[in-house]
């Protein structure tokens, strides 16, 4: 079945410096990649998502690139800041109109951000 | 607001006792979906509904069952089977495929 692969596990970064996560997918009829932030205690939130047909999607601080011949996308924290710090997720799925829409989660990066 | 609600946020559980979850939704998606999270672990799907009165297992269906009795709601009970349960139960929902997931706050259960 369809995989995705997240690194790093853990990432620590100096306030004001950048965080950069990768993620590999293995279908290459993946179509959608979304990416979530999940603070402690709480459920996962939608940060960004960038579809097949872009390379690349912006807002403010954050950014995803897809490079679809490689099959990876990747998150991209410029200027970091202490509340950066959470548990980030990439997730990727066919977008077709059975069960082939479920997103595949990565396994998650730790990002701590230090002050 | 359009969102979607679990409850209760924490929920204890005594040795062979069935518990439920619940997960309301408002924002007219047509599936859900039940993931558990265990301490510093991502997430492990455990049921899916892409429509009403139609459910799928996921991954780690043992020990878990599920209703969809309407489109708003999709409980999960967590039943004596289930050996380790103590863990943070997610729900999402999604509206079209190739959209996101609204995650819901989470319940935690702690078996006691």
């Known amino acids: 079945g369809e995989n995705v692969e997240q690194h790093p596990s853990t990432l620590s970064v100096q306030e004001g410096d950048s965080a950069v996560i990768k993620c590999t997918y293995s279908?290459?009829?993946?179509?959608?990649f979304p990416w979530y932030k999940q603070e402690l205690g709480k459920g996962p939130q939608l940060i960004i998502d960038?579809?097949?047909?872009?390379g690349e999607k912006k807002d403010q601080r954050i950014a995803v690139t897809l490079n679809k011949t490689a099959k990876h996308f990747s998150l991209h924290i410029t200027e970091t800041q202490p509340e950066d710090s959470a548990v980030y997720f990439c997730?990727?799925?066919?977008?077709?109109?059975?069960?082939?829409?479920?997103?595949?989660f990565g396994s998650g990066t730790r990002l701590l951000v230090r002050p | 607001d359009g969102g979607i609600t679990q409850s209760p946020k924490y929920l204890f559980r005594k040795e062979g006792q069935n518990v439920t979850l619940s997960c309301e939704q408002n924002?007219?998606?047509?599936?859900m979906y039940w993931y558990r999270q265990d301490p510093g672990q991502g997430l492990r799907l455990i049921y899916y509904?892409?429509?009403?009165?139609?459910?799928q297992k996921g991954d780690i269906a043992e020990g878990y069952s599920v209703s969809r009795e309407k489109k708003e709601s999709f409980p999960l009970t967590v039943t004596s089977a289930q050996k380790n349960p103590t863990a943070f139960y997610l729900c999402?929902?999604?509206?079209?495929?190739?959209?996101?997931?609204?995650f819901g706050s989470g319940t935690r259960l702690t078996v006691v």
């Open positions: 999402a929902s999604s509206g079209t495929p190739s959209y996101g997931y609204t």
């Open positions: 279908d290459s009829a993946s179509n959608y």
């Open positions: 960038i579809r097949s047909n872009v």
């Open positions: 997730a990727a799925s066919k977008g077709g109109m059975d069960s082939s829409y479920k997103l595949i």
């Open positions: 924002l007219n998606h047509d599936a």
């Open positions: 509904s892409q429509i009403v009165n139609d459910f």
